[in-house]
Antibody, heavy 120, light 111 residues
Framework: QLQLQESGSGLLKPSQTLSLTCAVS??????????WSWIRQPPGKGLEWIGYIYDSGSTYYNPSLKSRVTISVDRSKNQVSLKLSSVTAADTAVYYC????????????WGQGTLVAVSS | QSALTQPASVSGSPGQSITISCTGT?????????VSWYQQHPGKAPKLMIFDVSNRPSGVSNRFSGSKSGNTASLTISGLQAEDEADYYCCSYTSSSTLYGFGSGTKVTVL
C-alpha cells in the first residue's frame, strides 16, 4: 500500500515561489502504475485539482494555475515535487499529493497534507 | 467556484439513511462514469469512499453506496453512525480542460 508524505515551505511572502515535495513509500514512482497529483484546499473551503505527472515525465495542469505551476519527479529519491510561482494570499491552502492509478479516474492514496500560508 | 454542486449540509439520526447529491453537467457527471466520493474528517486528508459511481474500495463499509442518474450522482449512507460525521466531496472527470472537478462539499451531521 502506498504512503505519501508532503513537506516543504510553510510560510511565504507574496511573490515568492512555493516549493513542496511528496515522498512516496510502498511503491516506486517509476513503476508506471500511477500518476501523481497535487490537490489543494484553502482553509474552510473545497478541493481544487492542481495537476499531475506521469512517470514518463509528461504533465497536465489545471488551466487556472498552468502559467505558475511546475510538477516534477525525482526518481532517485522517489519523490514528486510541486512549484508554484508568484504566490498571493489566495494560494494559502493545505496542499495534498495523491496517487491516480493508471487507467483509473479517482485518487486512491493521499498524503496527510501540508499547510502553506502566504502573508506579508 | 466549485465545478459540481452539493448541498452544504445534510443531517440524520443514528441508524437512519441519508443521501448527498452531486450535480454536474453533460461534460462531467452526465457523460462519464468516473464519479468518486471522498470523506474528510476535520484536520485529516480526504479518504476515497466510492469510485466509478458505485464501487467501494476494499475496507470501506457497505453502508456507503453510490449511484448516478443523468447529471446527478448520489452518495447514500445507510445505518448512520457517529463516525460518519464528516465532510464529503464528490469528484468527476470532465471533458473540460480542468480534467477533474470537485464538488463544493457537504457537511454530514449525526444528530
Amino acid at each position: 500500500q502506498l504512503q505519501l508524505q508532503e513537506s516543504g515551505s510553510g510560510l511565504l511572502k507574496p511573490s515568492q515561489t512555493l516549493s513542496l515535495t511528496c515522498a512516496v513509500s510502498g511503491g516506486s514512482i517509476s513503476s508506471g502504475a500511477y500518476s501523481w497529483s497535487w490537490i489543494r484546499q484553502p482553509p474552510g473551503k473545497g478541493l481544487e485539482w492542481i495537476g499531475y505527472i506521469y512517470d514518463s515525465g509528461s504533465t497536465y495542469y489545471n488551466p487556472s494555475l498552468k502559467s505558475r505551476v511546475t510538477i516534477s519527479v525525482d526518481r532517485s529519491k522517489n519523490q514528486v515535487s510541486l512549484k508554484l510561482s508568484s504566490v498571493t494570499a489566495a494560494d494559502t491552502a493545505v496542499y495534498y499529493c495523491a496517487s491516480l492509478a493508471l487507467g483509473e479516474f479517482h485518487f486512491d492514496f493521499w498524503g496527510q497534507g501540508t499547510l502553506v500560508a502566504v502573508s506579508s | 467556484q466549485s465545478a459540481l454542486t452539493q448541498p452544504a449540509s445534510v443531517s440524520g439520526s443514528p441508524g437512519q439513511s441519508i443521501t448527498i447529491s452531486c450535480t454536474g453537467t453533460s461534460s462531467d457527471v452526465g457523460n462519464y462514469n468516473y464519479v468518486s466520493w471522498y470523506q474528510q474528517h476535520p484536520g485529516k486528508a480526504p479518504k476515497l469512499m466510492i469510485f466509478d459511481v458505485s464501487n467501494r474500495p476494499s475496507g470501506v463499509s457497505n453502508r456507503f453506496s453510490g449511484s448516478k442518474s443523468g447529471n446527478t450522482a448520489s452518495l447514500t449512507i445507510s445505518g448512520l453512525q457517529a463516525e460518519d460525521e464528516a465532510d464529503y466531496y464528490c469528484c468527476s472527470y470532465t471533458s473540460s480542460s480542468t480534467l477533474y472537478g470537485f464538488g463544493s462539499g457537504t457537511k454530514v451531521t449525526v444528530l
